[in-house]
Each structure stands twice: as structure tokens, then as C-alpha cells.
């Protein structure tokens, strides 16, 4: 019913900046809220950064002042800008949706399939 397609990973040096994006398409009624999660290799997922209907944002204590996460509606688009990054950012990272497709509650929580960020020197 719905697709994310996430761009924007890549190898990057420490210090160094990227802008993860990610398209939602399909049965869409409105984006009630999207997020950026991440994983690294032997950890458990976790919350980087989340954008509500609303415009408000919560960010991970990790990245707050080096994150940012924005949402273009008419594109029904979510981004996420990474600057100043540190090896421990290096994670794949994930965009998740929560979806209304129509205005009597039906709802969906939708994952895109991934987008590796490394960052090395």
C-alpha cells in the first residue's frame, strides 16, 4: 500500500556531512509522523530523530545539535541532515511512517529497507 524509498547513505570522513532522504508514495491520506532509526552492526535499533504532523521534532541525545531532521509535505518527503559526524554514527539507517489512508483511522507504521552510513577516516 505504501513504499519508502530511502537515498542519501554513503561512506563519509569524520567531520564530514550527509543528507539522508526518504519518499513515501502509495495510499496516502496524510503522514501523520515520520522517523529516522538506526542500527549498527551488534546494537539495537534506535531512535535518531521523529517529525509529527504538527512540525514538532525530538532528536536522540547523540545527535542533538548535529541532526536535523525537516519534511517537505507537498513532496511527502522526510529528510534527515547529518553534519559534524562521528564514526559511532555509522549505522544503517531506516525511515519509518505512520500513515493515515483515509480520515476514519485507518493507519499503517511503514519501514523503508535501509540506507548504509559510514563514517571513516
Known amino acids: 500500500q505504501v513504499q519508502l524509498v530511502e537515498s542519501g547513505g554513503g561512506l563519509v570522513q569524520p567531520g564530514g556531512s550527509l543528507r539522508l532522504s526518504c519518499a513515501a508514495s502509495?495510499?496516502?491520506?496524510?503522514?501523520?509522523?515520520m522517523a529516522w532509526i538506526r542500527q549498527a552492526l551488534g546494537k539495537e535499533r534506535e531512535l535518531v530523530a521523529h517529525?509529527?504532523?504538527?512540525?514538532?521534532?525530538n532528536y536522540a541525545d547523540s545527535v542533538k545539535g548535529r541532526f536535523t531532521i525537516s519534511r517537505d509535505n507537498a513532496k511527502n518527503t522526510v529528510y534527515l541532515q547529518m553534519n559534524s559526524l562521528k564514526p559511532e554514527d555509522t549505522a544503517v539507517y531506516y525511515c519509518?511512517?505512520?500513515?493515515?489512508?483515509?480520515?476514519?483511522?485507518?493507519?499503517?507504521?511503514?519501514w523503508g529497507q535501509g540506507t548504509q552510513v559510514t563514517v571513516s577516516s
Open positions: 519509518n511512517a505512520v500513515i493515515a489512508h483515509n480520515d476514519h483511522g485507518l493507519t499503517g507504521n511503514y
Open positions: 502509495g495510499s496516502i491520506f496524510n503522514i501523520k509522523a
Open positions: 517529525i509529527i504532523n504538527g512540525g514538532s521534532t
